[in-house]
């Protein structure tokens, strides 16, 4: 399957959807089934001690798979979590930016799941791992 939405499509569709949050995250890489994608991390997104909160968090790991799957089926802006669960495995690096690897592991036509493994920018383990499934709006 083809890719339907490129970086530029997806970046200038978070901008157009949801200009509330789209200067917080940066499309780094699309691929099939595959994106990658930053917090561009702000004081708004941390915690007392200075590291990113989990609520930030979760939102990059929703962000990332919500853009994954647009990349794969084009702006459907109604497509919506219906699941996350998220391991926090390590504090983040006080400010640092954190970059989120999401992978597609099924796209269906009416749902779809997707991981993602967040890191640290500069960092060499994961702070937080999450799975999330989307409902798909029907065509």
């Known amino acids: 399957m083809a890719l339907k939405m490129a970086r530029d499509d997806l ?3 978070l901008a157009a959807e949801f200009p509330q949050v789209a200067q917080d995250f940066v499309i780094e890489d699309v691929a099939e089934n595959r994106i990658r994608v930053r917090l561009a991390t ?3 997104h941390l915690r007392p001690g200075g590291t990113v909160s989990g609520p ?9 798979v919500y853009l994954a799957i647009l990349a794969m089926i084009g ?5 919506v979590t219906t699941n996350c669960s998220i391991d926090f495995m390590r504090k983040p690096a006080a400010g640092a930016d954190l970059i989120a690897e999401c992978r597609l592991l099924k796209l269906g036509r ?3 799941v997707g991981e993602v493994l967040m890191m640290s920018e500069g960092g060499d383990a994961p702070v ?5 499934t989307y409902s798909i709006p029907p065509e």
Do not use: H, I, Y
């Open 56 to 64: 930030s968090m979760f939102a990059l790991a929703d962000v990332g």
């Open 128 to 132: 937080a791992r999450a799975s999330l």
């Open 42 to 44: 702000q004081d708004r």
């Open 110 to 112: 009416v749902l779809a």
């Open 11 to 13: 970046t200038e569709f």
């Open 75 to 79: 702006p459907k802006a109604l497509a």
